[in-house]
């Protein structure tokens, strides 16, 4: 199983950029596929970006085309790019990563989570 860490949370304003790490350790990455969930004030965890151990990606439709997921097994990081921030995405974000799962945005198809990293934009 692996530990997660995230990094990279910040306040910036409509419109900037930002740019998540996931940091792993005890077992290879490689061998997981990832995801970035967020948890926005008071409401409950979504998922918003996933990578398969091939490189695939998938995007929740409100993220497509400003958000990207990366991933670099030789370093054992997980990125996110965020681009064109706007205040809907203030979350609480978490990297994620699973085995063997049924859907890439059920929580249940991932058994390892970081601890969260603190995005929030401002108007």
């Known amino acids: 199983q692996l530990q997660l860490v995230e990094s990279g949370g910040a306040s910036v304003q409509s419109g900037g950029s930002l740019r998540l790490s996931c940091a792993a350790s005890?077992?290879?990455?490689?061998?997981?596929?990832m995801a970035w969930f967020r948890q926005p004030p008071g409401k409950g965890r979504e998922a918003v970006a996933y990578i398969n151990r091939a490189g695939f990606t998938y995007y929740t439709d409100s993220v497509k085309g400003r958000f990207t997921i990366s991933r670099d097994n030789a370093k054992s990081t997980l990125y996110l790019q965020m681009n064109r921030l706007t205040p809907e995405d203030t979350a609480v974000y978490y990297c994620a990563a699973g085995e063997q799962g049924v859907h890439w945005t059920a929580t249940g198809s991932y058994n390892s989570w970081g601890q969260g990293t603190v995005v929030t934009v401002s108007s």
């Open positions: 005890g077992s290879i990455m490689a061998n997981y596929y």
